[in-house]
């Protein structure tokens, strides 16, 4: 695996869909269109290659990216190739922006170098949710201009503190940068958001929405799903919203909630009652996934808590 560089965006690929980009392309490729004296924007798309929407954004809005002045990265095309997160046996190229010994961190190292040295206004990673969640911003620091960014997106955000490896933490160093869940692949509203919100940072002006307030969470635990444990898909009502004490989080079997610094902290929020495991207290979700495999190859949800932005 080896970064491509280029140094156009051809009207051809607004006609090119996720899975057929690697024929494209080759590889992970990231486009230089930066225009001089002007500070680029960056946008990442892919990293999860069935999480197409922000591909189909850079599409719709190809002719004024090759104007803006624009770093766009275009991630994981084999594992798009075969709509997948990732392709099996391989790392997820979501966690690899921190350093680590795979082709796929060396791709990452040599991209947020490129772009360090760049110097961007702003940094954006868009990504699909798998489960039903309303759209949400994810930073990994909250000064005033990163709060503004991740408000010009939605009215939800959440500081996350895992896990290593996220592409916005390793931006963050050098830029204010966000990544954005857009909503599911399947809601073609999905791609309209992407779009809409990538359109308002090319256009230069400063990412404010008047009036907009933020509802700022920290993730409390990371939560995964124990081997033989079956999750409960109503779960996702509760994306973003506090689920009562004494909700079932599986149908059966057991849950690990992670803390920050590796420790077990299940214990904390639920218990086994009768097989599943229930909320102790109440608890805000997030990305409650209803999908068994991409709760197995990630997590199944994490545990958030209110903070004051
Ligand atoms: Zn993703």
């Not at 201009?145 to 939800?156: C, D, Q, V």
């Not at 509203?189 to 230069?204: H, I, P």
Request: charged residues 25%; proline residues 8%; hydrophobic residues 40%.
């Amino acid at each position: 695996m080896e970064l491509k560089i280029r140094t156009e965006l051809p009207a051809s690929l607004e006609d090119v869909p996720a899975s057929a980009l690697l024929d494209e392309l080759g590889g992970p490729t990231l486009f230089d269109l930066r225009q001089p004296g002007r500070a680029p924007l960056f946008v990442s798309v892919l990293l999860h290659g069935n999480e197409d929407s922000g591909w189909n954004a850079v599409r719709r809005l190809r002719p004024r990216l090759a104007e803006a002045s624009a770093l766009v990265f275009v991630g994981n095309v084999e594992a798009a190739r075969a709509r997948r997160r990732s392709l099996p046996g391989r790392v997820d190229f979501n966690r690899v922006w921190e350093g680590g010994d795979t082709p796929e961190a060396a791709v990452a190292g040599e991209v947020a170098d490129f772009a360090a040295a760049a110097c961007p206004r702003l940094a954006v990673d868009v990504h699909n949710n798998t489960g039903e969640n309303p759209p949400y911003a994810v930073l990994a620091r909250t000064d005033p201009p990163t709060l503004a960014l991740a408000r010009a997106f939605s009215e939800r955000a959440m500081l996350a503190t895992q896990p290593r490896g996220f592409q916005t933490r390793r931006f963050a160093r050098f830029c204010p940068a966000v990544t954005v869940e857009v909503g599911t692949v399947r809601d073609p509203a999905s791609t309209e958001r992407a779009a809409s919100f990538l359109a308002r940072l090319l256009d230069g002006a400063p990412p404010e929405r008047d009036g907009a307030t933020l509802s700022l969470f920290v993730t409390a635990a990371r939560v995964t799903l124990d081997p033989e444990a079956e999750l409960e898909p109503d779960m996702q009502r509760y994306n973003f919203r506090p689920a009562p004490a004494g909700t079932a989080l599986t149908r059966s079997g057991g849950l690990t909630a992670w803390a920050d610094d590796g420790s077990d902290a299940s214990g904390e929020f639920f218990a086994l009652q009768d097989g599943a495991a229930v909320l102790k207290r109440p608890t805000v979700l997030a990305m409650y996934t209803g999908d068994p495999e991409s709760a197995r190859l990630d997590c199944l949800c994490y545990f958030l808590e209110p903070i004051e932005p």
